[in-house]
């Protein structure tokens, strides 16, 4: 709610025309936008907003906004100056798709990672502008997208996750090398802004760190770096646990939706799980190997959890990707069942290959450079291309709770798509389930489910005759 609250009281843009009336949203014809933005520099207190001077000229009048005459030598001098830093600013890829739902562009240097908050309401970005922008994500289909903003101090953040009480985040430090935590505080002005901890984590790891993750549990914190070391902390910063993947190296690691489980992948030929076990008082007691999901025959490149993490997938250099049921009883030496096996033949040559399963675990996202592959997992198929998506290779790519869209980032801006798979996936399983149900209520209600997802389909112009 206090984000909600935040986001419905940020302002709308303002100008002032030269009779010194104001009115908001609507530009004046023939008029030029200066934002002349002056940054306090790198010692500024968390959470304090940019000195912004905006002003509306008028070049067809010769006059200033606030109806004085206009200085034509300074003017042309500003202008110079703007021309000046908008060559030197670096284009924004263009990128058009009719599934292409939205593109969230406030960030000024290149996302590394985002992250969905587990009520759904929000997705948290960072880049390395050494910011954090929280945004609202039922503003994705309106034409405005309002994001609140998180400064880090004397660094930049390359990884962020949310807490799950979506009250607070944590990042990775690109160059402190440590972890630290954002809260929300409420300001004196009666806003909200995030505020950094007094202290970051210690710094444990020798090798870069490549994925951070909380447990929904809230009862650990899990850090993955590029060699063989994965740590589980308490969330006051305390080592709970080390655990060595004798991988070569690490190349993928999360915390499982359920928050039991963490895995790690890396140079060998399969995905290692174990589960970090808690006393009935919540206090830690170990990490023991669950299982592992074994069948490529080269190094993985990364690997998903459905939401229900009863599902996995994997994607691996061998040029396939998997889809596993990991509902099974480890302690009883029951193994993952392997379900489908598809091609992917440009994860074979690729330095590095994204993965992303839906939530209900029918749709698989694979991005190999700047390019996104979705697949049905239960037939198999490839659906959906598309191409040059970013003007750098993908850095992070997930689908948001709902599963409706599929989010990636690789430059400045986040691009969300409608998940058309998605909703054929439900069609046929719906279609499926209809001519098995045995009660007239159980039909009413599939047959509601089937028809909404053949609106979402029609809608968008991929309903298939």
Known sequence: MVLEEEFARQPRKKYIPANGNTQEGKEPPNSIWYDLSVRRGLLDKPGEKEAEDRLWLFPDSGQKANGFPSNKSSGSKKQKQQQRIRKEKPQQHNFTHRLLAAALKSHSGNISCMDFSSNGKYLATCADDRTVRIWSTKDFLQREHRSMRANVELDHATLVRFSPDCRAFIVWLANGDTLRVFKMTKREDG??????????????????????????????????????????????????STINTNQMNNTHAAVSPCGRFVASCGFTPDVKVWEVCFGKKGEFQEVVRAFELKGHSAAVHSFAFSNDSQRMASVSKDGTWKLWDTDVEYKKQQDPYLLRTGRFEEAAGAALCRLALSPDAQVLALASGSSIHLYNTRRGEKEECFERVHGECIADLAFDITGRFLASCGDRAVRLFHNTPGHRAVVEEMQGLLKRASNDSTRQRLQQQLTQAQEALKSLGALKK
Do not use: R
Not at 196 to 223: R, W
Not at 225 to 239: A, P, Y
């Open 191 to 240: 806003g909200y802004t995030f505020t950094a901890t007094l202290e970051d984590f210690p710094k444990k790891h020798k090798a870069p760190v490549i994925d951070i993750g909380i447990a929904d549990t809230g009862k650990f914190i899990m850090t993955a770096s590029s060699d063989t070391t994965v740590l589980i902390w308490s969330l006051k910063g305390q080592v709970l």
